[in-house]
């Protein structure tokens, strides 16, 4: 009976054992990055995505957070994902694979936040399109985190800032993305493309006066070499949230519905904040010594107009028939 009884307790044991291995085995950690340091306001909205995760799928999801570009430029990072390297990221898509994708930040397309939360909607046809045009990549966007509106930092003001005819014979750095390339070019400038990483080094070079392509969220880092910021409202920031599309079809439903309704909750909880946070980083950029120069609606409708006529042509070829779709999507709104 004894010997009955140990035998027993020791396959228990054995199968305890295994279910345990087999359980730990199945917890998959996955690396997700994005561009800002840790403790900013998408690094913490990360991590209630991935405590809802966690909660929502039993554990059997975890993540390894990258803040700060550790995984590499965003541009990278799309590759990477593409590749199955880095599962999931939450940032801009750059152009390098398909000049459609700047269908993403069309320049002066919205300019208030309700237009934007319209445009960059789930059922807008911009979405539609930007989910078609990355499956070729290999990738699935499941959702977005609305950043701000994009403006220009300068390191000394520049001559007459709300004429767009007027030469300002000052060299920006513009993301490489031939959009903001146009852009700058159109309101003044002479664009120089670098990525992020290198914008820093390049304004305490000398080797441009300013950038294009961010806003005073983004500029608040740079403050200490920036000396001017003009909110144009170039264009509108959204991060897209996106995920490595076979890793993705590879999960259980559960899981699947679990990251997708984390993805979802933490663009709505954005909205509800992100206006706000901008007037909040363009006070702390005056906090740190950097002059607004302020610009009404006339100076805008302005640089819009003039994007409009020299600049959507060029990317009409570019992105094709989405881009009349797009644009007459928000004109109608």
């Known amino acids: 009976m ?27 950690t996955w690396k997700i990055g994005h561009v800002r340091p840790a403790g900013s306001a998408i690094d913490k909205d990360v991590a209630t995505f991935i405590k809802n995760v966690r909660e929502n799928t039993g554990g059997s999801l975890d993540f390894e957070v990258f803040s ?26 750059g152009t390098a694979a398909d000049r459609r994708l700047a269908l993403a930040f069309i320049p002066f397309l919205v300019t208030t936040w309700e237009q934007a939360q319209r445009l960059y909607s789930p059922s807008s046809p911009l979405l539609e399109h930007m989910r078609k045009f990355l499956e070729s990549q290999n990738i699935k966007i499941l959702g977005g985190w609305p950043v701000y509106f994009g403006g220009i930092a300068l390191t000394e003001r520049p001559v007459s800032p709300e004429d ?3 030469r300002k014979n000052i060299i920006i750095r ?8 146009l852009t700058a070019r159109q309101l003044g400038y002479t664009p120089y493309p670098i990525t992020w990483m290198y914008a820093k080094s390049g304004l305490r070079t000398g080797m441009v006066g300013g950038l294009i392509g961010g806003g005073a969220e983004g500029y608040k880092g740079l403050s200490n070499l920036v000396r001017y910021y003009l909110p144009v409202k170039d264009h509108f920031e959204y991060w897209f949230i996106y995920v490595n599309l076979e890793l993705f079809n590879s999960l259980s439903q559960r899981e699947q519905e679990a990251i997708g309704q984390a993805a979802a909750e933490m663009e709505m909880r954005r909205y509800l904040d992100a206006e706000d946070q901008e007037r909040e980083s363009i006070a702390e950029l005056r906090k740190r010594g950097v002059e607004v120069v302020e610009m009404n609606e006339a100076t805008i409708k302005r640089m819009r107009e003039k994007v409009k006529q020299n600049v959507w042509p060029v990317l009409r070829e570019d992105i094709g028939p989405a881009f009349d779709e797009v644009v007459q999507f928000v004109e109608k709104g």
């Open 68 to 93: 700060g570009n550790k995984l590499g430029d965003y541009s990278i990072v799309q590759e990477r994902v593409s590749f199955g390297e880095v599962e999931m990221f939450v940032g801009p898509f």
């Open 164 to 166: 767009p005819d007027i």
């Open 174 to 181: 513009v993301p490489p993305i031939r959009s903001f390339e």
């Open 2 to 28: 004894k010997r009955t009884l140990s035998i027993t307790l020791l396959c228990c044991m054995a199968i305890a054992l295994v279910v345990s291995e087999s359980s730990a085995e199945s917890v998959r």
